[in-house]
């Protein structure tokens, strides 16, 4: 009796889970939202009609428009391909970084982790928003620059969850019989350490994304990062701070927005850390 | 003194029940050492535990537990805290785990005998002080302020046992006291177990896997597979005669010092899962001798020759001699 | 059989307990210390202790997972390991190989069966899939384990049998010397008789030499050829099997073969109790490390220093000042 491929049986793990499909499906939508989200949309994005700011969601417009009368819903669509990027972008930045410096800082151990780690707490150190600044003086304006940062930024969390978990991992013995089969240190890291501590950055990378987004927010907010008018969920919702008691909506509909997408992204992150996990899997 | 009849436990599951004790009965008397041996699984931890009415909340629990003729399992959770400490004690495998690391061991064995006895702290202490010399604790006024990672692992788990101590309990479990401690360690703990139950007075339930030990500390014995209790009986006949075929592998299969082996026995196959038993008898599909009605239906416990038997091998002889 | 296929000389391994502000050394744990022993073609050797003696430390040494402090391990083409660079010592890898205590730990939990056999195979060059299968699957059948399971993955198995499957992995080098530190203590004791079995066989079918590193005295006298006794990073005593077992001369052995309980509840023998429990392995003094728990000590034991080999009987060893 020949079993399932491997990848066949992560697949049919995964597309028996509710959740992850659910989250997996929003996913496609937003990114296809993202590449023609401005065709779209009803209204011109960036096209202010002062004669009708703070307009409450009606058939028109269906999410209102906002203190300068542009269309919300347009923008929320619009603004899906800036936001999604940056999260992803952003967040794969961190990611890869910081599980690469993470699992070497555990797996040497020694000097190696006592350099790496010092680095790390100094980055910690600094609020984060004030790195990102300082990063941003060094690499320059724009929203490709702001998204580096703030990658950057979050290394030192990853990296901190990753050598914690390759720390504990380290000592359990099948990473001894890879040593002792004569395993290169670099194969026994990717291949015996990193799969097994998968679930943690899993969850942490998906929750991961909505920091990013409102982290791009912030800069916007110091004019360093998304400019104005163009659309971004982040900044639509810092801007309509001020207005959260006269028009919530205004800041309902970028805040369900960003939701949404990390709650597609976690549902899916948890399935797919179970779809990995043999011992989960039927 | 402790009667356990008929004792059943389930655990509620997603898929179903799963049943870790079945039918289990037996007694313990006043001044006796008990054994109940078995392997991993076997539902000997789980049927101390509903003794002690530590089990969690998705278990079920059918059957009796008659301690002097009181039904434990209809007391509720204040009425067996006065039991728990008080009447029956229970000591831990792991000794580093069971004491609270951030006490002093003096502090935490007067609070186990300030929940059941109205005396002043110094008094308690005065007694902790005492229970640590009657475990063999050299300087115990010195140790009581100790804490457990001042102390190694022989000395924690005889801490562990002074606690149990400390109500004069009429019967204590042992559950795998020495399992996690060094051989030379073992003999220690052993010998003073055996000390504890003549000069307190009281029975033991010794639960473990180390048929060496049993052979050693205990009077009876009850061997357990699969939940159920396939052989009880004194420890001389058990071992000399070993009559059901589970309890003959066991005893087979141990490596000895005292002879010499070529290859040991082996019983063959893996332990079913408690979630998937078979039909006939449990040990049916591992057994040297299974006859055919041994893979329909289930043996129940009889008596033989003062001893408790779940084989179908020994009923014809048993009903023979009824008849 | 007295060709050595690993010789041990004043193999030593200490840890750093504490250093001082520049990193030097302040207190150090010496968890083997001066270890000299020939592990001979064919034979299994016993090694026993209770925890913390140093026994699996040892086997670790052997087997590269720690690089020893001081003192020599000259395998059989007369290199020293001990002296090789990580990089040099991998070579010697699919020569010595190593059975792990816990079998639930020991298998990479996210790799099939297949994957955690075939990979020693891969690593030893072998790249021709069709045969890496076969030959998975020979190693499979020769510890007891069917090709149906080949795309398990361990979670799916017992505890024995995964044991099965760490064997199969340590074999598929071809290795000369196996070291097994605890191989069974994990496991029921039923189970534990499938595994020494096999282990046995094996050893004949392959012509295997054993480093059995076990705490459980009876397991070690059922495998092993010689056995020696290791108290607090020293061996203290070793020989032929029944020779040490039926004429034991270090105290600690007679303490420790005494304290055994036995399956036979008619042997009503004299135990001997020791004193107290074992001394710090931190900063030992130099001297003979049993004689604060020995019942048989003697003035002179307090005031020298570590004793020294005698061979009281033809390949008995004693390393006790009782025996000079």
Known sequence: MERESTLKQIWGSLSQNKGAMAGLVIIVILAIIAVIGDSIAPYDPEYSDMTACFVAPCAEHIFGTDQLGRDIFSRVLSGT???????????????????????????????????????????????????????????????????????LVSIPEYARIVRGSVLSMKQNEFVQAARVMGNKDSVIIFKHILPNILSSIIVRATLGISTAVLDTAALGFLGLGVQPPAAEWGDMLGRSRSFIFNAPHTLIFPGLAITLTVLAFNMLGDGLRDALDPKQRK | MLEIKNLSVGFQQKKGTVNAVRDVSFNVGDDEIVAIVGESGSGKSVSSLAVMGLLADNAKIDGEILLNGENLLLKNEKEFQEVRGNKISMIFQEPMTSLNPTMRVGDQICEAILTHEK??????????????????????????????????????????????????????????????????IQAQIMKLIQDLHVSYNMAVILITHDLGVVAEVADRVCVMYCGQIVENALVADLYDNPKHPYTKGLLESIPRIDEDKERLYMIDGVVPSPQNLPEGCAFAPRCPDCMEICKKSRPALVESEGRMLRCFLYHSVCEGEQK | MNEAVIQLKNLSKY????????????????????????????????????????????????????????????????????????????????????????????????????????????????????????????????????????????????????????????????????????????????????????LDDLKKEFSLTYLFIAHGLNVVKHISDRVGVMYMGQLVEYAEKNELYNNPQHPYTQALLSAIPSPNPHRKKEQILLKGEVTSPIDPPDKCRFCTRCFRKEEKCEKLSCPTWTEVSPGHFVSCHLFQ
């Open chain 1, 81 to 151: 391909r800036i936001s999604l990027t940056v999260g992803i972008i952003a967040v794969s930045i961190s990611l890869t970084i910081g599980t690469v410096v993470g699992a070497l800082a555990g797996y040497c151990g020694g000097k190696v982790d006592m350099v790496i780690m010092r680095i790390m707490d100094m980055m910690l150190a600094v609020p984060s928003i004030l790195l990102a600044i300082t990063f941003m003086a060094a690499l320059g304006k724009g929203i490709d620059k702001a998204v580096i940062a703030i990658g």
């Open chain 2, 119 to 184: 005396i002043s702290k110094r008094e308690a202490m005065g007694r902790a002080v005492e229970l640590l010399c009657s475990v063999g604790i050299p300087a115990p006024d010195k140790r009581v302020k100790d804490f457990p990672h001042q102390m190694s692992g022989g000395m924690r788990q005889r801490v562990m046992i002074a606690m149990a101590l400390a109500c004069r309990p009429k019967i204590l479990i042992a559950d795998e006291p020495t399992t996690a401690l060094d051989v030379t």
């Open chain 3, 15 to 198: 840890f750093t307990v504490e250093t001082n502000f520049w990193g030097k050394p302040t207190s150090v744990l010496k968890a083997v210390d001066d270890f000299t022993l020939d592990i001979f073609r064919g034979e299994a050797f016993g090694l026993v202790g209770e925890s913390g003696c140093g026994k699996s430390t040892v086997g670790k040494m052997i087997a590269g997972l720690y690089k020893p402090t001081s003192g020599e391990i000259i395998f059989q083409d007369g290199t020293d390991l001990a002296k090789l660079s990580t990089k040099d010592r991998r070579k010697y890898c699919q020569n010595i190989q190593l059975i792990f205590q816990d079998p639930y730990a020991s298998l990479n939990p996210r790799m099939k069966v297949e994957e955690i056999i075939a990979e020693p195979l891969k690593l030893i060059g072998k790249t021709d899939s069709g045969e890496i299968y076969d030959r998975t699957k020979y190693l499979m059948e020769c510890v007891g384990l069917s090709d149906y399971h080949m795309d398990r993955y361990p979670h799916e198995f017992s505890g024995g049998q995964r044991q099965r499957i760490g064997i199969a992995r340590a074999l598929a080098m071809n290795p000369d010397i196996i070291v097994c530190d605890e191989p069974v203590s994990a496991l029921d004791v039923s189970v534990q008789a499938q595994v020494l079995n096999l």
